[in-house]
DNA sequence: CGCAGCCTTGACAAATGTCAACAAACGTGG
DNA sequence: CCACGTTTGTTGACATTTGTCAAGGCTGCG
C-alpha cells in the first residue's frame, strides 16, 4: 500500500505516541481505498472488520430503524470513526456512506485489538478518544432533550460561525436535508426554522449563511459550553 | 475507612484485573459516604474531583438548560458513573443526585489518573467501560430520534420485563415523573401513553406494570438489538 | 388530620410531521 | 453547450404529536 498518508495519519492524537514498529505494523496491515459518493461502508448490525479513518471527502453516520432513518454525525478529514465497535468487537451500531469522493483507510480490527493488548500508549489513546466520543454524545442528547428544533438550529449555526473563524458570513458544509436529520428534524420544519431565525439576524441564501448581529442571535440561542463547546 | 465493601468494587469490570496494590492504593486514597436522598453529588461545569461509586441505593444523572431539566440515566449498585471527565481531567457534564439513601464511594479523579497511568491492565478495562457507555449513549440517541415517545414508552417496558426476569407483571425501577424525563416526555404525556398502550395489552397500576401478551406489545414496538440490547 | 408532592384528566396551544405542488439546482448524455 | 430528468429545497394546507395550564384525586408522611 502507498504510504504517503502515514504521516497524516500519524500525527493524530490515536496513534502520536505509540510505538513506530506497532504502528508500521497496523500500517502494513491496512488498505487504502478511494470510494466515490454514495458507497455504503459499512452497514449497523454487521461485526466490526476494520477501523476506518478518513484522509480526505466526507463520511455520514447514520442509522435506520422502522423505514426510518437519522444522521447522527458528519465525519471528516482526518479522523477515525466506530472505534468503540472495533475494540468490544461487537456489532456496529450505526451505518457509515461516503457523502463525497473519499479516501479511506481501513485497517483490520483483529490487529487494532492485538496492538491495543501490546501497546499500552495507544491504549490510553484509545481512552482519550472514547471519553471525547461519549462526552460528544452525551452534549448531542442534551442538546435534543433540552432544546426545541429552532433553538437547535441556532446554536448549531453559531457553532458553525466559530468553526469558520468567527466571520458573520459562512456556508453550511452540509446539504440541508442532512443537517435536517442530524438536527432531529424533516427538510420542511429546517425550512421554517431559517425563516423563524430571520428576525434574529439570520439570513440564508443556497448554502451561504450570514448572522447579522451574533449577540442578537446569541440572546435567543442561549449557547452553552456544556452542550456545545466542541473541544474538551 | 471500613472496607467490607471492597469485595464488592472489586469484582467490577472496572477493577477486576488490576494490580492488587494499585487496587488497595484506590481504596486507601477513597471515601465511603451515606447520603439521604435529594442530595445533588456534582453539579454540571464543575471540575471532575471524584470519580463515584454505587454500593447502594440509586442515583440520577440529569443536565439543567435554560430553566428545563432532563434525566439521562439513573445508576443502580454497583456501577460507577462520570468515568469518562474524570479520565480526561474536564468539567462534568452531568448533575447527579441521590434518588434513595444511598452508600458512594468517592475516588479522587487524580488517584484514578495517576493508577492509569501505571497499570496497564486498569487502562485496558477503562477503555472497554467506555466503549460500552459511548454505545450506550448512541443508543439512546437512536431511541430518541427514531422513535415516537409512545415508541420509546413500549421499548422501554420490553425492556424492563427482560431485565424482571421476562415476568408479565413487574415494578417501574423510577417513579413516573422521572421515567417521563428520562423518555424525554412530560409527565402528562407519558400518563396518557400509558393509556395509549392499553390496546396492546397493557395495563398500569401505580408502579406496577401488566403485559398481557407480549407478542402483541412487541408487534407495536418493534424492539430492535441495535437499540434495545443492554449487553453488547 | 392536614399538608405536600405525584399522578391523572380535560381543554387548549404550540411544535412538528405529512402530503402535495412547484421551483431551483444539479448531473448526465446528446 | 444545451435539454432533459432527477434530486433538493421551498411553500401552503392540514394532521398528528407533544407540551402547557388548571383542576382534582390520591398517597405518604409528619
Redesign the interface.
Known amino acids: 500500500m502507498l504510504d504517503s498518508h502515514h504521516p497524516d495519519i500519524r500525527v493524530l492524537d490515536l496513534f502520536a505516541n505509540m510505538e513506530e514498529e506497532n504502528f508500521q505494523t497496523l500500517m502494513r496491515a491496512s488498505y487504502v481505498q478511494n470510494f466515490p459518493p454514495q458507497i455504503e461502508l459499512i452497514t449497523?448490525?454487521e461485526p466490526s472488520d476494520f477501523l476506518h479513518i478518513v484522509i480526505s471527502g466526507s463520511v455520514e453516520l447514520f442509522?435506520?430503524?422502522?423505514g426510518?432513518?437519522?444522521c447522527?454525525a458528519t465525519i471528516r478529514p482526518i479522523s477515525s470513526f466506530i472505534?468503540?465497535?472495533t475494540?468490544?468487537n461487537?456489532?456496529y451500531?450505526?451505518s457509515a456512506r461516503t457523502l463525497d469522493k473519499s479516501r479511506i483507510v481501513l485497517i483490520p480490527s483483529q490487529n487494532v485489538r492485538a496492538i491495543?493488548?501490546e501497546d499500552?500508549n495507544f491504549?490510553?489513546a484509545?481512552?482519550?478518544e472514547?471519553?471525547?466520543?461519549?462526552?460528544s454524545?452525551?452534549?448531542?442528547?442534551?442538546d435534543?432533550?433540552?432544546?426545541t428544533s429552532l433553538e437547535r438550529l441556532a446554536n448549531y449555526l453559531l457553532r458553525q460561525q466559530i468553526r469558520a473563524g468567527g466571520d458573520d458570513e459562512f456556508n453550511l458544509q452540509i446539504e440541508k436535508r442532512r443537517l435536517a436529520s442530524y438536527l432531529?428534524m424533516t427538510p420542511e420544519n429546517l425550512s421554517r426554522a431559517f425563516k423563524a431565525l430571520k428576525p434574529y439576524g439570520v439570513t440564508v441564501d443556497g448554502n451561504r449563511v450570514m448572522i447579522r448581529d451574533q449577540n442578537d442571535l446569541e440572546k435567543f440561542a442561549?449557547p452553552?459550553?456544556?452542550?456545545d463547546d466542541r473541544t474538551?
Open positions: 449497523e448490525g442509522s435506520k430503524w422502522n426510518r432513518e437519522t447522527v472505534l468503540a465497535a475494540v468490544k461487537a456489532p451500531l450505526m491495543f493488548d499500552n491504549a490510553r484509545i481512552v482519550l472514547l471519553a471525547y466520543c461519549y462526552r454524545s452525551i452534549r448531542k442528547t442534551k435534543l432533550k433540552l432544546r432531529g442561549k452553552n459550553p456544556l452542550i474538551t
